[in-house]
C-alpha cells in the first residue's frame, strides 16, 4: 500500500463546478504539500500545510492531522485549471525528502 | 519563480551509453533533488544533496550517481543507459530541511532506445 493515497484518480468537472480532491497518508508526517503540474509543464507549488486550512483565490486546502486526510478544493472551476494535482507528504527529519501520491488529472470543460 | 534550469531540456541516447543532466540554481538553496516521473508512478526520488559534496541515495538510486561541487550545480549521471530509465526527470531545490517548500526544475525528457 502506498504511503500516499489520492482520489479520484481522473476528474471531469464542467466549468464553475465546485471540485474536490483527496488526500489520505499513512505516516507521521512535518508537513503535506499540494502541487500542480500543467500537461507537459513544470510542477508549481500550491500550498504547504501542517494543520488547519490554506486559501489562495479560489482553491482552498484543509488537513486533518488526527484522520491523516487533506483535501483540495477548487471553487469556480475553469477550464484553466485542467491540470494534474499532486500530493506529498513531508516525514520531517534532517533532509526534507517527500513521499508523493500519483496525482488526480482533473479536466475542466467549458 | 525560484531559478531553477536543467539541461537539456530533451535527450534521446542509446542504451548502454552514458548521460549527464544538469540542473543549475541561483537561489543559493542548500538542498538539491533529482525525482524522475513515470506514468502509474509518483515522483520517486533518486538521489539527494544537502550540501557541497553532501550527498545520499534515494528510493531508486540503482544505475545512477550525482555530484555537487558548487552550491549551484547538482548533476545526476546515468553511467550505462537503460531503457527502463526512460522518463522524466525533476530537479527540486530547498531551502531548509525543515517543512519548507521544494521549487522544481522545468523537467528533462529522456528517451533511450
Known amino acids: 500500500k502506498n504511503e500516499v493515497e489520492q482520489s479520484p484518480q481522473n476528474l471531469t468537472a464542467q466549468e464553475g463546478e465546485f471540485i474536490t480532491i483527496n488526500c489520505s497518508y499513512s505516516?507521521?508526517?512535518?508537513?503535506l504539500h499540494w502541487l500542480q503540474q500543467h500537461p507537459g509543464g513544470g510542477i508549481v507549488s500550491l500550498f504547504m500545510?501542517?494543520?488547519g486550512k490554506k486559501k489562495h483565490g479560489r482553491l482552498i486546502a484543509t488537513i486533518n492531522i488526527q484522520e491523516k486526510h487533506s483535501s483540495l478544493h477548487i471553487t469556480a472551476s475553469h477550464p484553466r485549471d485542467s491540470a494534474v494535482y499532486i500530493c506529498?507528504?513531508?516525514?520531517?527529519?534532517?533532509?526534507?525528502?517527500?513521499?508523493f501520491g500519483t496525482g488526480t488529472l482533473l479536466a475542466v470543460q467549458p | 519563480d525560484a531559478g531553477i534550469t536543467q539541461s537539456p531540456r530533451h535527450k534521446v541516447t542509446e542504451t548502454g551509453t552514458p548521460v549527464t543532466l544538469r540542473c543549475h540554481q541561483t537561489?543559493?538553496?542548500?538542498?538539491m533533488y533529482w525525482y524522475r516521473q513515470d506514468p502509474g508512478h509518483g515522483l520517486r526520488l533518486i538521489h539527494y544533496?544537502?550540501?557541497?559534496?553532501?550527498?545520499d541515495k534515494g528510493e531508486v538510486s540503482d544505475g545512477y550517481s550525482v555530484s555537487r561541487s558548487k552550491t549551484e550545480d547538482f548533476l545526476l549521471t546515468l553511467e550505462s543507459a537503460t531503457s527502463s530509465q526512460t522518463s522524466v526527470y525533476f530537479c527540486?531545490?530547498?531551502?531548509?530541511?525543515?517543512?519548507?517548500?521544494?521549487?522544481f526544475g522545468p523537467g528533462t525528457r529522456l528517451t533511450v532506445t
Open positions: 527540486a531545490i530547498s531551502l531548509t530541511n525543515g517543512p519548507y517548500e521544494q521549487y
Open positions: 544533496s544537502y550540501g557541497v559534496k553532501d550527498t
Open positions: 500545510l501542517s494543520s
Open positions: 506529498a507528504v513531508g516525514k520531517g527529519g534532517a533532509t526534507n525528502k517527500l513521499i
Open positions: 537561489e543559493n538553496h542548500r538542498y
Open positions: 505516516v507521521g508526517i512535518s508537513a
